[in-house]
């Protein structure tokens, strides 16, 4: 069965850094997402992305963060300047045109230092 | 606003035995989605049973059901036969709106642990 993969499974990162995290999609999906876990707390929407653009943010995605499809296959979310509170599990999650359920990713565990 | 919200924090339940975790949401929109998903110490979210708002008839997935009260916005999840398995926290979730890039509303979870 397709699934959505995602590396590293855990990035240990220095404040200020820059980080990109790897998804590859299942791959006849078109929605591509991110959402982020602190731990102990709710998962959180970041980004949608559909058709090569961003189709929404939250408050959260702020310039610190982009996301990109550079391929046909992964799509990619990247933290420029990290800081502590970045520290959180991040799940991506694809889905087809025609499907109203979002398959997700393991998840990566970043954790800023 | 639309929102989800899950009242216990945690729930357990004896190996064997059927348990209920509640949800409640609110939204205006008609047409929208619930979940529920699984999220095992592994911490990867996994899908458990879905519910099309439009449909009257409550999903069912082998050991798992829900008991969808659209008038109420009630949602719950009952797992019968509970296993030691099924030990984690359940994310009640919607995807509200007709947009399909709509992006899906988590609550905060249950905690669920299962005693042998």
């Known amino acids: 069965e397709p699934e959505v993969t995602q590396t590293p499974s855990h990035q240990v990162t220095q404040m200020g850094q820059e980080v990109i995290l790897r998804c590859v999609p299942i791959?006849?999906?078109?929605?591509f997402y991110w959402y982020r876990q602190i731990l102990g707390q709710k998962v959180e929407f970041l980004v949608s992305?559909?058709?090569?653009?961003?189709?929404?943010k939250s408050e959260i995605f702020d310039d610190q963060f982009s996301v990109e499809r550079p391929d046909g296959s992964n799509f990619t979310l990247k933290i420029r300047s990290t800081k502590l509170e970045d520290s959180a599990m991040y799940f991506c999650?694809?889905?087809?045109?025609?499907?109203?359920?979002?398959?997700f990713g393991p998840g990566t565990r970043l954790t800023v230092l | 606003a639309q929102t989800v919200t899950q009242s216990q924090p945690e729930m357990s339940v004896q190996e064997a035995e059927t348990v209920t975790l509640s949800c409640t949401y609110d939204?205006?929109?008609?047409?929208?989605?619930l979940f529920w998903y699984k999220q095992p110490p592994s911490r990867q979210m996994i899908l458990v049973i879905r519910q099309e708002a439009y449909k009257q008839q409550n999903a069912t997935e082998n050991r798992f059901s829900v008991n969808f009260q659209k008038a109420a916005k009630s949602f719950s999840l009952k797992i019968s036969d509970s296993q030691l398995g099924d030990a984690a926290m359940y994310f009640c979730?919607?995807?509200?709106?007709?947009?399909?890039?709509?992006?899906?509303?988590f609550g905060p979870g249950t905690s669920l642990s299962v005693i042998p």
């Open positions: 992305f559909y058709n090569n653009e961003i189709s929404e």
């Open positions: 999650a694809s889905k087809e045109l025609s499907y109203n359920e979002q398959f």
């Open positions: 979730a919607s995807r509200f709106g007709v947009p399909s890039y709509d992006k899906v509303i």
């Open positions: 791959s006849n999906h078109l929605y």
């Open positions: 939204t205006s929109e008609s047409d929208y989605y």
